[in-house]
């Protein structure tokens, strides 16, 4: 057997200790990241969902709204004795109440941070290593 002097240092044992620290710290690193990963999947999805409703309803809305209001401003016309301009203005504002439904639907989607559990968890990660 091999002895270590006396006041001479036997690495051997730190090295064990500072090898699973570093596996410990590693293990927990990727947990984090594959869950930041997953976090980032999830807020990609519904940032792409979000902005896919918006140009929907814009791609249907346009069209559809065109004629809706020309026959609405043409039967409001008829029916109720306003005017061309009288009606055209009532149906407008109509049209601008149902736009800026659609649009307040697709920014609630769009508005939810992003990464927050990933920003979170960095956030006490800081911490611990500043020893806080």
């Given at each position: 057997m091999?002895?270590?002097?006396?006041?001479?240092?036997?690495?051997?044992?730190?090295?064990?200790?500072?090898?699973?620290?570093?596996?410990?710290v590693e293990?927990?690193?990727?947990?984090?990241?594959?869950?930041?990963?997953?976090?980032a999947s999830r807020d990609l999805s519904r940032i792409a969902s979000g902005a896919l409703l918006i140009a929907l309803a814009v791609a249907l809305v346009m069209p559809a709204l065109f004629l809706a209001s020309l026959a609405a401003v043409l039967l409001l016309e008829d029916q109720a004795r306003l005017g061309f301009p009288t009606s055209a203005a009532v149906v407008a504002c109509i049209d601008l109440v149902l736009a800026l439904a659609i649009a307040a639907a697709g920014r609630t989607r769009l508005s939810a941070p992003v990464l927050q559990e990933t920003r979170a968890t960095l956030k006490r990660a800081a911490t611990v290593l500043r020893g806080a």
């Open positions: 091999s002895e270590v002097p006396a006041g001479a240092s036997d690495d051997r044992p730190s090295e064990g200790v500072a090898n699973r620290l570093f596996g410990a293990l927990i690193a990727s947990a984090h990241a594959s869950r930041a990963k997953e976090e």
